[in-house]
């Protein structure tokens, strides 16, 4: 017997309005197929998808299946969303380097558009990862009201709202905030590494480096020379003959 979602609620009444918002360069750009013109369109669309889900996308981590379906019309960015959330890349970059309340944490973040509201909504979907799985989780988080009421069935995902009232930047990106391997993976993959130099490298232009041949390759060693010289003689004054130093005339 599958256990009900538990309740949640918002944590400010900021996110329950809708706000007076002004577009500026942090708004968003929404990318839909309902305004679709060519097929270059279509690869945006993609790459946006990639970049929402996986921040990044290598070769090896599409899938050129579920593009060939979504470019057909076979089935819809929604579907294309949750193809991203079962794959093989997915699974193994974030629910397996990760905690089920980071996981949660972050699904919520790159399919919903948003933080989570508190630490028993965590609870509350982190029950649903175990008690479903993946393949349950990423349905019934497709399947809220608020899922389909911001994004539908042909918009991809993106962060909502970062310019929020009374701060002077808006909210950083999810990327940013939830790194995709947590502290411990990453300390166990060796980064982010830091590295001290106790010599401070200065930078020389072209024009001002010493070139082969150059007098300046040898002075170092001419500064290793000791300094080879004729010692006068220690003579006293009263030795010195006078008169026989004084010409005859």
Known sequence: MALPL????????????????????????????????SASDMDVLIEAAYRQMFFHAFKSDREPFLESQLRNGQITVRDFIRGLML?????????EKNS????????????????????REKIAWS??????GIAGFAEALLDTDEY?????????PFQRRRNLPGRPEGELPFNIQSPRYDGYYRAKLGFPQIIWQNEIRRFTPQEKQVRAGSPANF?????????????????????IDYMSKVPRR
């Open 127 to 132: 029950i649903v990862v175990a008690t479903k």
């Open 219 to 239: 002075l170092d060693m001419a500064r290793t020379i000791g300094k080879q010289g004729s010692t006068p003689p220690n003579v006293s004054a009263q030795n």
């Open 148 to 156: 389909l009421e911001n994004f539908g069935y042909d918009t991809v």
């Open 87 to 95: 794959s093989e890349t997915f699974r193994s970059s974030f629910y």
């Open 100 to 119: 089920n309340y980071r996981f949660v944490e972050q699904c919520v973040q790159r399919v919903l558009g948003r933080d989570v509201y508190n630490e």
């Open 6 to 37: 538990l309740s949640y609620s918002p944590k400010s009444q900021n996110v329950r309005v809708s706000g007076y918002e002004v577009g500026n360069d942090d708004k968003p750009k929404i990318y839909t197929t309902e305004n679709m013109l």
